[in-house]
């Protein structure tokens, strides 16, 4: 799994914010638009795209982006 | 005064729970036995639809209970051959998903509506074909407000599956007729069940939105299985063809 990819596929859930604003040390729960549905949107994309669940609760407890990822990343292999 | 009247007794009745052995099948079976029916129970799963069975009311003609996963159809088959005639039958068997609709692949789609409204709709037609719904008999088919009264964001694979079997309903409402036999859905808000802690929502978030229900909670199994006792019995005779809301005012 890459980084910089998951990052990228994390900012494309996205409209509003600017894409270069999406770092591994993102706190994105801090974006202005954050939402429950971009929640969702964030949970079906590790789906689509890495064949990984997650659950709301790995949402509440990640902070940064890289906190996700490293989740997603576990579950994978 | 006669306190033995009960319109809505289910004594004599024969009546089919698919879903039977959790959640709001398990509910709806337990309490139908208490109203006098006798149950055939059907689930996927030998263990958990035993302790369904072992908490309904004894009936002197015994219980049955019917293995089947009815998203495949020789299963569905074999089940409707072993059925015995029904006098009614509550199609709880379901699924639910909640994913923004730019994730809902004909994959996503497919999962769903073969749980949600194939599987019901075979067997509702096998079991009319077959003439295995007496006459006066009654129909129930679990459906939601989502798709038809309600339209969150992120229910919509689920809501469309659902959406489908209320318009299969109505039809099935029309065409039945002719043997007497009705057929009504009932369509719940959110309900406490094991279905709804899967975890994509978080338990903090289902308590935040419980509050937005009128009446201030999420619905209980029991709510909606008092639905379908007044569905099954004599006392909705004059009543085929309807989507009963069962949601707390949620929808208003």
């Known amino acids: ?77 | 005064m006669n306190t033995d009247y009960n319109p809505f007794s289910l004594a004599g009745k024969t009546i089919l729970v698919t879903g039977a052995s959790s959640g709001i099948g398990q509910c709806t079976a337990i309490l139908c036995s208490r109203m006098g029916a006798r149950l055939v129970l059907a689930a996927r799963n030998q263990e958990r639809l035993q302790e369904t069975l072992n908490q309904l009311n004894e009936h002197p003609d015994g219980h049955v209970t019917l293995l089947a996963d009815l998203t495949v159809q020789e299963e569905v088959e074999r089940m409707v051959a072993a059925l015995p005639p029904l006098n009614g039958a509550v199609l709880c068997a379901g699924n639910s998903t909640t994913l923004p609709l730019q994730f809902g692949s004909r994959e996503k789609f497919d999962e769903m509506f073969d749980v949600n409204f194939f599987a019901p709709v075979e067997l509702m037609r096998l079991m009319y074909k077959k003439k295995l719904l007496q006459k006066n008999s009654s129909v129930v088919l679990i459906a939601s407000i989502g798709g038809t009264h309600s339209f969150m964001p992120g229910n919509g694979v689920y809501g469309a599956s659902k959406a489908a079997l209320n318009s299969v309903m109505r039809y099935a409402a029309r065409e039945f007729a002719t043997r007497r036999v009705r057929v009504n859905s009932i369509c719940p808000g959110m309900v406490d069940t094991p279905l709804i802690h899967r975890g994509t929502i978080t338990e903090e978030q289902l308590a935040e939105d419980a509050k937005r229900y009128p009446l201030g909670r999420y619905g209980n199994p029991d709510d909606i299985a008092n639905g379908a006792i007044y569905l099954l019995s004599d006392a909705s005779s004059w009543l085929t063809g309807h989507d009963l809301v069962i949601d707390g005012g949620f929808s208003i």
């Open chain 1, 1 to 77: 799994m890459n980084l910089q990819e998951f990052i990228e596929n994390f900012a494309g859930q996205f409209d509003e914010t600017d894409p270069e604003e999406f770092s591994a040390e993102t706190k994105f729960k801090d974006l202005e638009e954050w939402s429950s549905l971009m929640a969702l949107s964030i949970i079906a994309m590790v789906d689509d795209e890495y064949d990984v669940i997650i659950k709301g609760n790995d949402i509440i407890s990640s902070d940064t982006i890289q906190d996700l990822f490293s989740i997603v990343e576990k579950r994978k292999s």
